[in-house]
């Protein structure tokens, strides 16, 4: 199938969050699976997101005062604030949209929030590592995660009191899905396997022998002295975990409205593969039905994709720690700080009357960028906290694209470049003699807020 | 959670191609409202429960605070066990009245010390579930026909997930002016009379989201404008915020449930002072609210419930201050309350819960009561079990 700007933006936006006018132009004409195959080998290098926070030894903080625990606590807070902000810098500026698009997936999906630095830094690289890769290294790696260990009280489940709250969790939210397949007892039987799973000292994941639990087990109807390694490999076997995982992909990348027939045949080919995440995602951005009318514009964005997706659109970088956490959870989606383990339920749940005249205002805060006038609009109380916004506007490269697009189509074009939806009666009214006045009210349209 | 095709039907936008015409048109209602209504105040940050309503006759007491605790001299007393924070006089007089209950021991079972967990329990009203939703926000989705332009207003800029239900929702409105300036950009107020009739239902819900607002701004606006305050509320936030709502009420707005906080509540260190002036924040900004609803006769229809996610411990640390705790006290106040005073038992120094205080009254006890005896509704069908009410209304 040759792309055309609606079928370029649309994989860039499912497959990254979205892209700027001179790239999609660039992308009409050719196969969609050469976009495919550049989309892959953009993402294929993984580089860390370093933090300089130095941990203090143990003993130090122990002895340190009040006042010195304290310092040290906001310098940890400050650090695992910036790891989030540099995450959001990589989406928005760098190359390997995939990888991280896909990484997002993850973390909502392995939901934790990370109370360390360091918890933060090795949790992120593991969601950022693995995100293309196999499930199978992922649901280890993310078991022994110190965040996770933390989060899901694993750290209390030990042998003879075990804690069945990362056990419950990890068949109802990362593997099988709610009451699929296990039973209360599987999550005891489970429970013992991962006892003695640990974090030391030093923050590091460790298996403490003398907690855990050697006794035999009975789990998903084998039975033997299981060790948590092996719970999560009895697990992978179990056909409904390629069924759950690609049923929730489909859904964050397809529609969000599932086509069993087609998630029965894409977990298929997931779970034969060995759960290749890069394979299953290939297939599903190779198929033709994933360009289908109904599947195109019909995501709602998520905050993220709408704070990075605008950055693209507009040549805009977005800078500033404060604001842009801010942003980020008046909008309702902050990084490392997911509702709870569930993650965030999405779809139309990212809409409420505040959410919504918030987004639709956004882009106006954003284009308004080194002029001092205060945008009425907005709350004050937010206002404030969005001032210290630092917003850079490459107005060349915009407005090189805005010409471009105006040349090729005029308005038409443009509004084909911002709503993946199209507009429901077309651009008819809109005043093309200012331009901006109307770029302006197509990001303000409902429809503008669909990828 | 409802499937999302349910959720789309039960809001009419299932169908393609349905224009949807809002029934809340008729804003110059400016009638009396026939509901009772709940007012929320949160105590945002964990308030110390201990020092609030203090237990200044009991040594223990005194033996584990020796730098906060609060003397005996000092209290403001309610009876020969229990005394009020210094900082709380006006609330004191709201107490003398016979306008206020006070539950203490209010707690569930495996207490969680995170502000953030914690919280999301009190706010969902189910402590062993992932639940998203909130038990106004269901209260909403089983009281509310869909057509109301404003049944919860939340003084935020952000709903909090109490008011969020699975097709209902609250408004956040930080401010009844700013709210109505916000939507009266005029290409906002075009999309927004301009509606939907393609058919995808997620733009068509966003849409709707969007008429809604447009509605519920004018007619929140409208009866804000209409409604009088003489109460001298602090000039603040928080004494803002309770001033916009006896505007909107006594202006006969038709809304059920606001919901406002005050934080500052977590003191790890220099507690006293701080505490004290937060409490007399919280009780002069009350007394404003309670006598401007008094004199508009609207008092009697207003029930007031306070809360923290959760009390602080017994123990003082080593700063002046207190760590996170367990059980807490919770204030009702209303004009018609059928039991007012102190509640229940004192809180108990001599059996703790590690260190903490333990709870005999469940939180949902006391919504389960609003829901069933204020509300007019089943609590069962929005606590997801069955609790036992109390007397206070």
């Known amino acids: ?451 | 959670m409802e499937n999302r095709r349910d959720f789309l039907k039960s809001i009419g936008l299932v169908t393609a191609g349905t224009v949807f015409v809002p029934s809340f048109l008729h804003a110059n209602n400016l009638k009396k409202s026939t509901h009772k209504r709940l007012v929320v105040i949160q105590l945002s940050g964990g308030n110390d429960g201990l020092n609030t309503v203090v237990p200044y006759r009991n040594d223990d007491y005194y033996y584990f605070r020796p730098q906060i605790a609060i003397s005996d001299s000092e209290v403001l007393r309610l009876d020969d066990e229990l005394g009020l924070n210094p900082g709380m006089s006006s609330f004191r007089k709201l107490f003398d009245e016979g306008y206020v209950s006070i539950y203490n021991n209010v707690g569930y079972p495996n207490p969680n010390r995170s502000h953030f967990r914690a919280m999301d329990i009190w706010q969902s009203g189910m402590p062993e579930s992932k639940e998203q939703t909130g038990w106004l926000g269901r209260y909403l989705d089983h009281a509310c026909s869909g057509d109301d332009p404003a049944p919860a207003i939340e003084l935020e800029s952000k709903l909090s997930m109490s008011l969020k239900g699975h097709r209902e929702k609250g408004l956040a409105v930080e401010n009844p002016e700013r709210f109505y300036q916000s939507i009266k950009d005029p290409q906002i107020s075009q999309i927004a009379d301009k509606g939907y009739s393609g058919n995808n239902s997620d733009l068509g819900y966003l849409y709707k989201v969007l008429n809604n607002v447009k509605h519920s701004a004018s007619y929140i606006r409208e009866h804000y404008k209409l409604g009088k305050t003489i109460g001298a509320y602090p000039l603040n936030q928080f004494g803002n915020d309770l001033k916009s709502i006896a505007r909107m009420i006594n202006g006969h707005i038709d809304t059920r449930v606001f919901y406002v906080s005050l934080t500052g509540f977590d003191t790890h260190a220099g507690q006293p002072n701080k505490q004290r002036n937060l409490l007399k924040l919280y009780s002069d900004g009350v007394s404003a609210f309670v006598k401007d609803l008094k004199n508009s006769g609207e008092f009697e229809d207003t029930l007031i419930l306070t809360f923290s996610e959760f009390g602080r411990r017994v123990k003082e640390n080593g700063s002046r201050g207190t760590d996170h705790g367990k059980a807490n006290n919770v204030f009702v106040m209303g004009g018609s309350l059928k039991e007012a005073g102190l509640q229940g038992k004192a809180p108990d120094l001599n059996n703790l819960d590690d260190g903490d205080l333990d709870f005999n009254i469940d939180f949902r006890q006391i919504y389960a009561t609003i829901l069933n005896k204020w509300m007019n509704t089943d609590h069962t069908q929005v606590l997801n079990g069955k609790f036992n009410t109390l007397g206070f209304i």
Request: proline share 4%.
């Open chain 1, 1 to 451: 199938m040759k792309l055309s700007l609606r079928t370029a933006n649309h994989l860039m936006w499912r497959a990254g969050f979205g892209s700027d006018y001179g790239f999609l132009q660039d992308w009409v004409g050719p196969e969609h699976k050469s976009l495919v195959n550049w989309l892959f080998e953009d993402a294929r290098q993984f580089r860390s997101i370093h933090t300089d926070w130095v941990r203090p030894e143990p003993n130090e903080y122990k002895m340190a005062s009040r006042e010195r625990k304290e310092k040290i606590r906001q310098g940890s807070n400050n650090s695992i604030r910036q790891l989030n902000v540099d995450w959001l810098g990589r989406m928005a500026t760098e190359r390997g949209a995939l990888r991280e698009k896909m990484a997002v997936f993850w973390h909502g999906h392995f939901a934790c929030r990370p109370n360390t630095p360091r918890q933060a830094q090795t949790y992120l690289d593991t969601l950022r590592k693995h995100s293309l890769s196999n499930f199978g290294e992922l649901l280890h790696a993310v078991s022994k995660e110190p965040a996770m260990i933390n989060y899901l009280n694993n750290r209390q489940n030990r042998k003879g009191s075990p804690n069945e709250n990362f056990a419950r969790e990890v068949m109802e939210l990362f593997t099988l899905g709610r009451d699929q397949i296990y039973t209360e007892d599987d999550i005891k039987e489970a429970a013992r396997a991962f006892t003695g799973w640990t974090i030391n000292l030093n923050g590091e994941f460790v298996k403490r022998i003398r907690q855990h639990d050697f006794g035999e087990k009975s789990f998903l109807g084998r039975r033997g002295s299981f060790d948590g390694e092996e719970i999560l490999d009895i697990i992978l076997e179990e056909r409904q975990t390629a069924t759950h995982i690609t049923g929730k992909l489909f859904r964050y990348l397809v529609n969000d409205e599932p086509d069993h027939e087609k998630i029965e045949q894409l977990s298929n080919l997931f779970y034969h593969s060995g759960y290749d995440i890069g394979l299953l995602i290939r297939e599903i951005f190779e198929a033709d039905w994933f360009y289908d009318q109904e599947n195109i514009g019909s995501l709602v964005k998520s905050p993220i994709e709408y704070i990075v997706g605008a950055q693209k659109q507009f040549h805009i970088t977005l800078g500033g720690t404060r604001p842009l956490l801010f942003l980020q959870s008046v909008l309702g989606q902050q990084l490392f700080f997911p509702p709870n383990v569930a993650g965030w339920p999405g779809g139309l749940n990212w809409i409420d009357s505040g959410t919504l005249l918030m987004r639709m205002n956004l882009p106006k805060i954003f284009m308004a960028a080194g002029s001092k006038q205060e945008n009425e609009d907005i709350p004050k109380k937010v206002r404030k906290k969005l001032n210290s916004l630092e917003i850079t506007i490459n107005r060349d490269q915009l407005r090189n694209d805005w010409k471009m697009a105006f040349e090729m189509g005029g308005l038409e074009e443009i509004s084909k470049f911002y709503l993946q939806s199209g507009i429901t009666g077309g651009i008819g009214e809109l005043n093309q003699s200012d331009m901006f006045k109307a770029i302006m009210y197509l990001t303000k349209l409902p429809e503008y807020q669909m990828c």
